[in-house]
């Protein structure tokens, strides 16, 4: 194929199965990229989204990324619900105090209008200005979290015990999350995105049990991919940690991308995935991007390519977000990588 694709083209023809220019490549850079314009996040969170977006537009740019990323990382749940919970620091948004002090509590959760409440306005409108900017060259990626994580955010490590003693609690939570989740991601739509992710790093096989995890995480994020897929919505889910013994329900959750952590053998994921979707990843983002050499990042890029890239169906990334430090050398190489690669 000798004409050049546009990255949002390139990535569309990866999930339809079809061949394509070159390697897709995708790296998450919202801390990266507010570090190449020394923006604390603060500054950003405090700021109007311009300052945000200029962050994103610079990885496109001025350094040859391939999409652009709206703030993740919010809690969105707790924004709508109660801004006051979550406290801000120069690296994080971190959670201060949970909503729900009792499992009890969901109860009485309240109605709310998803659109209106704390910064979800504010990633809306970054998501819009990303939209306009990408002239649909490039893809614009919005993110949330999926329900278990949510619930996680507003209640804490009680939940995993909440689960056990008050199942049909957590459920009527997770319902109710749901709705919520399914409502801002039609919002994050409307107003450009392309591709709707999420994560749920809270119910791997580091946490709960195979069992819990496809009563309590499976079913519910099955539910939020099927009901995007019925619109014509695009979406990718991040498998971030260990999913050992549990990998292949993840290629069961309806997503077109599965984002997958080191955890992973790219070449047995490939075989779960088959046709369903496609697989990215997984350079190590910390033991390779952020802390190794150029060298050693194309090293790692090619081994991925390698392993993945046959028959397509592969997007080349990282095994989760780049870190705010990763030096630009080494995140040039993975690009470069992608970009001479022979397909």
């Known amino acids: 194929m ?12 990866t999930i339809q199965g079809k061949n394509v220019d070159r390697l897709p490549v995708l790296v998450l850079t919202k801390m990266f990229g507010l570090k190449q314009l020394n923006i604390p996040l603060n500054d950003c969170l405090n700021s109007s989204p311009d300052l945000y977006v200029q962050s994103q537009w610079h990885c496109v740019e001025e350094l040859g990324h391939e999409a652009l990323w709206a703030f993740s990382g919010i809690w969105e749940i707790n924004e709508i619900l109660d801004p006051t919970t979550i406290r801000d620091t120069d690296a994080a948004r971190l959670i201060q105090r949970y909503y729900l002090t009792s499992i009890d509590d969901v109860k009485f959760l309240p109605e709310v209008q998803v659109k209106d409440q704390g910064k979800i306005p504010w990633v809306l409108e970054i998501i819009r ?3 306009r900017l990408s002239e649909k060259r490039f893809p614009v990626f919005a993110h949330l979290c999926m329900p278990f994580e949510n619930a996680f955010m507003l209640r804490g490590n009680d939940l995993y015990k909440d689960l056990i003693k008050t ?20 919002l994050m739509v409307e ?24 009563s309590f995480g499976f079913s519910y994020d099955q539910r939020f991919f099927a009901t995007m897929r019925k619109k014509g919505i695009r979406t990718m889910f991040h498998a971030c940690g260990d999913w050992s013994g549990r990998a292949e329900k993840v290629f069961e959750l309806g997503a077109d991308i599965y984002y997958l952590s080191r955890h992973f053998d790219l070449v047995e994921a490939k075989k779960m995935c088959g046709e369903r979707g496609v697989i990215m990843g997984n350079v190590p983002a910390v033991g390779t991007l952020l802390q190794g050499t150029p060298q050693d990042v194309e090293q790692e890029a090619l081994a991925c390519a390698n392993r993945a890239s046959i028959g397509g169906r592969y997007i080349l990334g990282a095994d989760c977000t780049s870190p705010r430090d ?6 040039a190489a993975i690009f470069r990588v992608a970009k001479e690669y022979v397909l």
Not at 2 to 13: F, G, H, I, Y
Not at 199 to 214: D, F, G, I, Q, R
């Open 326 to 331: 990763t030096p630009p050398d080494n995140m």
């Open 2 to 13: 000798e004409t050049q694709l546009a990255p949002l083209e390139r990535l569309n023809k």
């Open 129 to 131: 200005e990303l939209k």
């Open 167 to 186: 199942p049909d609690l957590v459920h009527q939570l997770l319902e109710y999350i749901l709705a919520l989740d399914l409502e801002y991601a039609m």
């Open 191 to 214: 107003a450009g995105a392309d591709v709707i992710w999420g994560t749920n790093p809270t119910v791997n096989a580091e946490l709960m049990s195979k069992k819990h995890y496809e």
